[in-house]
């Protein structure tokens, strides 16, 4: 079997193993948060700051949530980590935007992070003030052991079918979920583009 092929069965295996009831309470919990005047912070790393703005574009225009992203200010971000450093960047711009516990922080990570190995800090700090200031947590991650996880009111876990395959499944499955999640009936508000003209 070429690579590609091997690549695409992985892909419909996950698809066929994904958890419905873990999205749909995802999509429970956020839309809660919405409902009640609360605000949705994305958070994550790499490909996942690229999802986070991606799905701050989403979850406003279609979905008519406020919502915003560390990452769509680098300004402030890289101000952060200069000063303050790495491991606390996300926190501290989570306790400058006044997370409260109307609100929610919505994690995009492959591990979810892990306080043991040091792995993804700025991300288990996040977690920390939005559990210490009673915000929500949801997320997206490839591992049911991470701190995410562990910590979430709800998480969606992309299931594991190639240990050398576990970040590009992951990242990839975030955003057919993140996307699904926007089109859920208990999320959307608003018509997409391309679904209005017909």
């Known amino acids: 079997m070429s690579f590609t092929s091997s690549y695409l069965s992985g892909v419909a295996l996950i698809a066929g193993r994904l958890d419905p009831e873990a999205?749909?309470?995802?999509?429970?919990?956020?839309?809660?948060?919405?409902?009640?005047?609360?605000?949705?912070?994305?958070?994550?790393?790499?490909?996942?700051?690229?999802h986070a703005s991606h799905a701050v574009n989403d979850f406003r225009k279609i979905a008519g949530f406020e919502a915003y992203t560390p990452s769509d200010n680098v300004s402030e971000l890289t101000a952060r980590i200069n000063d303050e450093g790495w491991e606390t960047s996300y926190a501290a711009w989570l306790e400058g935007s006044r997370l409260c516990s109307k609100d929610a922080v919505f994690v995009f990570s492959v591990g979810g992070g892990d306080e043991e190995r040091g792995v993804s800090m700025n991300v288990v700090r996040a977690i920390d003030v939005a559990k210490d200031r009673g915000a929500q947590i949801v997320g997206i991650v490839g591992r049911a052991g991470g701190y995410t996880a562990k910590c979430a009111n709800a998480c969606i876990v992309i299931p594991t079918v190639n240990e050398d395959r576990v970040t590009?499944?992951?990242?990839?499955?975030?955003?057919?979920?993140?996307?699904l999640l926007v089109f859920h009936p208990l999320i959307k508000r608003h018509q997409g583009k391309w679904e209005s003209l017909r």
């Open 168 to 179: 590009a499944h992951t990242e990839g499955f975030q955003a057919v979920v993140w996307h």
């Open 23 to 50: 999205i749909d309470e995802v999509a429970r919990v956020l839309a809660t948060v919405r409902d009640s005047g609360g605000r949705l912070f994305f958070l994550g790393v790499g490909g996942g700051a690229g």
